[in-house]
């Protein structure tokens, strides 16, 4: 069966310092991957997605950035972190073809102090 | 582009009683729709989908969707409501494109009283 993992669980950062959160899944073989961005009392927003290897589409403009070294390995990275990168941060994948659910990762809490 | 209107923020319902949430969505094909749950401080969990054939989608813990075409609509109902159904559900729509994008509506937080 198929396992997603995300860690850090939790994070406290002060602004101005890096990012890096990483996303794992297991059991599968080309997912696609999503990293998506909860702020407190909202919806979901998609911030990244990727359908292969070194293959990254943004989805809003921001000070963060993705990477998908390895098939199964998918990072959520900023250079300098502000106040408004608080949030809950999920990871999700899913099969490639249309239709297909996604499937969250437990999530990061990070806050910016 | 697809969209996802879930109209009601705040929902609260009385331990046993029966629940509705509604789902509106946008989207110019036949869509892909799925109704997701949260519980606080986790990760969403799918509860059903529907992808074609049968309007009537049944899910785990005794949840089930109709879908309606000329309404628009993917709205979630449960005939008796436990305690546990405490959570945020979000409903979403599949684009059939590259990348299986879902778009996600803003949600409903259900509460249920004891």
């Known amino acids: 069966s198929q396992t997603i993992h995300q860690w850090p669980a939790t994070l406290v950062q002060p602004v101005g310092s890096p990012l890096s959160l990483e996303c794992t899944v297991e059991?599968?073989?080309?997912?696609?991957l999503y990293w998506y961005r909860q702020a407190a009392g909202r919806g979901l927003q998609l911030l990244f997605y990727s359908v292969g290897i070194g293959q990254i589409s943004s989805e809003v403009p921001q000070n963060l950035s993705a990477s998908r070294p390895q098939d199964r390995q998918f990072i959520l990275s900023s250079k300098k972190l502000l106040l408004s990168d608080s949030g809950f941060y999920l990871c999700?994948?899913?099969?490639?073809?249309?239709?297909?659910?996604?499937?969250f990762g437990p999530g990061t809490r990070l806050t910016v102090l | 582009a697809q969209s996802v209107t879930q109209p009601d923020i705040h929902i609260t319902v009385s331990e046993g009683a029966s629940l509705e949430l509604r789902c509106n969505y946008s989207?110019?094909?036949?869509?892909?729709l799925f109704w997701y749950v949260q519980s606080p401080g986790q990760g969403l969990q799918l509860l059903l989908k529907?992808?074609?054939?049968?309007?009537l989608v049944q899910g785990i813990k005794g949840f089930e969707a109709e879908f309606k075409r000329s309404q628009s609509s993917f709205n979630l109902r449960k005939p008796s409501v436990h305690w546990s159904d405490a959570a945020e559900y979000f409903c979403a729509v599949g684009a059939s494109h590259a990348g299986n994008m879902l778009t996600f509506g803003g949600g409903t937080r259900l509460m249920v009283k004891p």
């Open positions: 999700a994948w899913s099969w490639g073809l249309a239709g297909n659910e996604q499937f």
């Open positions: 529907y992808f074609s054939g049968d309007t």
């Open positions: 059991g599968t073989s080309n997912p696609n």
């Open positions: 989207y110019g094909a036949t869509p892909y």
